[in-house]
């Protein structure tokens, strides 16, 4: 009988300091509540962060540059600026101003950049110091073209016609102007790709590792579309135009048109014709110890691959 009275006697006072601990955590967190949500003054420092920085200057201190803001607002807004250091922006390029050798921010000018990142819930009382500046460095910029390097196979009977396009084609380089002046392009890092028959799209990296540390390229990838079609060859029978031959001159010549092979894409097959091309012998080029000149290809369209004359000599006679 006095166990079963303990045991009750045990439980009751278990209860007891369950209810007790729940009111107090209750009391303890409504408490919190009503401190976050009372407003408080206080000073914090911010970290400038710098936006919009022209792409040829380079801002030699702008990491040591801060802004203390004295604010009033409730504690929920104080608790994130205690969890880590908070930073402010700066539009470089339309609240800095130039001031002798060196370029200024001032309040007058960029406070309301900086009061539009704050929410309505926060009153700033003080910002200081009222003035920054930063040490600038300034450095060439150029454009360079991008080169894809691509080592491809394609399978018989397909490749591309003008059909690999690179995006961007070209980016700046930025960096003391004696280190990029020599700089033409930039090659990509090679793709390979065996018994290809369809168009593809790869990312590739710019080789950048050989280049100065002062040079700076903000694109470091570029995309790269490679349209493959099926390709077919067609050949054409071309008339020969022999040009430069005096006024008093009167040359006889033959073949007077000459067979050519093409390779061209099936879309593009049908749209081919003689009027694409032409074809010259060059009479200048003629001397006493030949009695024939060389054809030339000096005209065709860009929807074509290659192109073959099949004759490589016109055979002449000159009669005055």
Known sequence: MSLIS?????????????????????????????????????????????????????????????????????????????????????DFKNEVRKSDSLYAWSLSRGYSGINDQFGKNIEIKTINPDTLLFKVDINAVKKVPVIPNLKINYSPGYNVLNSIVTNPDSVKIIGPKSLISNITNLETNVLK????????????????????????????????????????EGTLTLPVEIINVPKNVKVNYFPKTVNLSYYTSLENYNKITVDDFDVICDFKEHNNKSTYLTPKLIKSPKTIKTARLHEQKIEYIISE
Do not use: C, H
Not at 57 to 63: G, Q, R, W
Not at 65 to 87: A, C, H, I, Q, R
Not at 217 to 228: A, C, F, R
């Open 6 to 90: 303990s045991t009750i006697k045990n439980i009751v006072r278990s209860r007891k300091l369950n209810v007790f601990l729940i009111f107090f955590i209750l009391a303890f967190f409504i408490l919190i509540l009503a401190r976050l949500s009372a407003s408080y003054t206080n000073t914090v420092k911010f970290k400038v962060v710098l936006k919009n920085i022209p792409d040829e200057m380079v801002v030699l201190n702008d990491s040591t540059n801060v802004l203390n803001f004295t604010m009033n607002t409730d504690g929920f807004e104080w608790l994130k600026y205690y969890f880590k250091t908070p930073s402010i922006d700066i």
């Open 193 to 232: 790709r065996e018994n290809v028959n369809k168009p593809f799209n790869a990312r590739l990296a710019l080789k950048l590792d050989s280049l100065d540390s002062q040079i700076l390229v903000k694109t470091k990838s570029v995309s790269v579309d490679i349209l493959v079609e099926k390709f077919t």
